[in-house]
């Protein structure tokens, strides 16, 4: 009877064993609102990716959209830092989490953003939605609509929150390609995802982002939670010269949500990890950055190595000037003098330092030139074709692999975002 029980309680101990490794190993087993997806930043390979097409709720990830369309209304000339928002009644019955707005007040841009991504304040997203939408409804539909211009085409958005809306879906790899995005598009924006408090109207609000300061080399971007969705969080994290992106989704706690996250970085960002060793043999890339055309479908992307795509047609070096004298203000095409054929050769041979994509030259350039002001490169503004949109990609070029890293490693320490690519 004694070895009965001993038997007995040894299985009992190894069932459990293995319902624990299996939690572990497979948690969308155990969790059918997980998901996950980690990408290299530079070439766009998949490290690692659990469910990542799977439809899932973006609670409060949804504000980085509203964040997205209010930086491009920014760049555009259409709001700045001091652009004051009216509160509607609306607005102010927004429920918790908020910054307790009243129907009248005004909300400047520059307290907006913080509340956004400190607070993840429900009223100052309405607030936003309306003074670029006139509604929040209105501007769920232009939300939707970026993000198909993005390449994001499993998100449908509703508000402007995050708050429960049973058609408000997305899916892992369209958060990280929105977190993506962010970073290349408004490089002088992004440092806002890594503030960790902000003051408004003698309140001190403290962010829900743990990552940033608990886990090394984390520098954004955003958390969320409804009780359809789980707990979320989209980070990118840096370490030498490799950035990473990557999102969870459905977290049982907060807690474990960042543990599992803080894993994945690990993981990832080790150099003897197969995820790193699947990175250095170029996966092709599914997930793809700014200088890309189109997010692939959930199928593979047919094989090739990244940063040696066939030039597309649309392509034309719009400017190439070192950082001490000015661009040539006409557009160059390939079908252009000599000249024009020596610049256009030198943006497309070795390294390069990728600032951002923009809609218009004027601001690619002046972007490259700030960041060339900083590092050593040569400016190039170049025109490409995305998501059927014309933008101006700008990058510095002419470096060699080291300068390149070190560069981008200088300038993300003073604010800017940045890519490292072969040009």
């Known amino acids: 009877m004694f070895f009965s029980n001993r038997a007995i309680t040894k299985g009992l101990l190894a069932a459990a064993v293995s319902l624990l490794s299996l939690l572990l190993i497979n948690p969308v087993q155990a969790n059918p609102r997980y998901a996950s997806i980690v990408i290299d930043a530079d070439s766009g390979a998949v490290l690692h990716q659990d469910s990542a097409d799977a439809i899932r709720y973006p609670a409060s990830l949804t504000k980085m959209m509203t964040l997205y369309m209010l930086f491009e209304a920014m760049e555009r000339g259409k709001m700045t830092l001091d652009t004051p928002m009216k509160v509607s009644v609306h607005a102010a019955g927004m429920p918790q989490t908020n910054i307790g707005l009243r129907a009248g007040d005004n909300l400047k841009v520059r307290d907006a953003i913080p509340a956004l991504v400190v607070r993840s304040a429900n009223d100052a997203a309405a607030v936003v939605a309306e003074a670029l939408g006139n509604s929040e409804a209105n501007f769920g539909r232009m939300m939707t609509d970026k993000a198909r211009q993005l390449g994001m085409r499993s998100t449908t958005f509703r508000n402007a929150s995050g708050l429960p809306n049973s058609e408000q879906k997305t899916t892992a790899r369209d958060m990280a390609t929105l977190s993506t995005r962010l970073m290349k ?79 994945l970085i690990d993981r990832s960002l080790n150099p003897g990890s197969r995820a790193n060793q699947v990175a250095s043999q170029k996966t092709p890339a599914r997930v793809t950055t700014a200088a890309a055309a189109k997010v692939s479908a959930p199928a593979p992307a047919p094989a090739q190595k990244p940063h040696q ?32 054929q020596k610049a256009q050769s030198s943006a497309k041979e070795g390294w390069a330092v990728q600032i951002g994509s923009y809609h218009e030259p004027d601001r690619a350039r002046a972007n490259a030139q700030a960041a060339a002001r900083l590092i050593p490169g040569e400016v190039a503004v170049t025109e490409v074709e995305i998501s059927n949109r014309k933008l101006y990609r700008a990058r510095l070029v002419g470096l060699q692999e080291n300068q390149a890293r070190n560069a981008c490693q200088s300038l993300t320490r003073q604010g800017f975002g940045c890519l490292v690519v072969r040009s």
């Open 185 to 263: 598009d408004f490089p002088k924006h992004y440092h806002y995802f890594s503030t960790q408090s902000f003051s408004y109207k003698g309140v001190t609000y403290n962010s829900h982002n743990r990552m940033v300061r608990n886990v090394p080399g984390v520098d954004g971007l955003k958390t969320g939670f409804i009780r359809a969705s789980g707990f979320n969080v989209a980070t990118s994290a840096k370490r030498g010269n490799r950035r990473v992106v990557a999102v969870v989704m459905g977290g049982h706690t907060a807690a474990a949500r960042d543990q599992h996250m803080a894993q």
């Open 309 to 340: 795509q066939q030039p597309r047609k649309a392509d034309t070096v719009v400017a190439v000037a070192s950082r001490h004298n000015p661009p040539v203000p006409n557009v160059q095409t390939p079908a252009s003098p000599p000249q024009s």
